[in-house]
């Protein structure tokens, strides 16, 4: 699945390449793809179909294992739940309602913690340059060579994770407004993981998840403290403000990773850079439209965090009660979590909590 070692690609031979403005991203990325539409004179099915059979590199028994491993979150996700989450949450007495929603986001926030601590790690403890150099991912790419281990495990993790979430977001986790949005994401970005790993762009895909994650790492920090401040019958002031600070940081974080480095430095590198060091880069116009719709997904949450902050500062809100107020179920009644029941013959029958 993987070759051993961690060696980063050549440099460029004038060095890191300054990050654009967002100007220079659109028109130097718009002309690039522009050009590449006006000189691919057998784009379609046929096109297609060629550079799949040519370009893609993907076993089934790494789909196998692909597949073994979201069945393997599912089902650590339901014993972690019946033997540490749930426990936890009756030992500290959290209120109903947030008992309920509590073991969602303390796997969630366990799982991101640990996947962004290992891509920071691949980003900025070892010698790949891609954060610094995002065009260097392209900068020796060839068909079919070889994924080094370190990056093919994260995506194994990642990949899988997903798999398990996108059953997770229709059965498992509390329904939400976003949560047709949220479904899509999981489409998109499982799709993404797949095909990166296919076609080899998977340094350009470590960049994406280590911009992804940490701001999934402060939602669920937030909406932990969230339950944790209100139990045992008194108020927690370390836990309220641990929870306030989280918003403000997951605010900050999401604009500034998410919606600046995200584009400046993935996109920028995908829609023009690719082009520069493999004029025919296989499936650009797919990829940069996985990442494009990402983008856009990850602003129209933004301006749900804009609405949240308007509501504060407006006096709307008066106390950080959920950092997803707009969760459908404030609107019910509570009612006991159906997470993670007991499996039976290895599937979870209960479809949301």
Known sequence: MAAAGTAAGPAGP??????????QLVQRGWGSALAAARGCADCGWGLARRGLAEHAHLAPPELLLLAL???????LRSAATSRLFRPLAKRCRLQ????AKMPESAWKFLFYLGAWSYSTYLLF???????????SVFYDWKTGMA??????VAYLLQGSFYGHSIYA???????????????????VTLVLIISSYAFRYHKVGILVLFLHDISDVQLEFTKLN???????????????????????????????FRLYWFPLKVLYATSHCSLRSVPDIPFYFFFNALLLLLTLMNLYWFLYIVAFAAKVLTGQVRELKDVREYDTAEALSPKPSKAEKPLRNGLVKDKRF
Do not use: N
């Open 226 to 256: 969230v339950y944790f401040k209100s139990r045992g019958g008194s108020h927690h002031r370390l836990h309220a403000l641990a929870a306030d600070v989280g918003c403000l940081s997951f605010s900050l974080s999401w604009f500034w």
């Open 169 to 187: 977001t229709l059965y498992l986790d509390a329904w939400r407004k976003d949560s047709v949005v949220m479904l899509i994401h999981h489409v």
């Open 14 to 23: 004038a060095g890191p390449e300054p990050m654009p403005s967002y100007a």
């Open 147 to 152: 994924v080094p281990r370190d990056i093919a």
């Open 125 to 135: 403890g070892t010698d790949y340059p891609f954060f610094h150099d995002p065009p």
């Open 96 to 99: 109903p309602r947030d008992a």
């Open 69 to 75: 491993c979201a069945l393997g979150w599912t089902a």
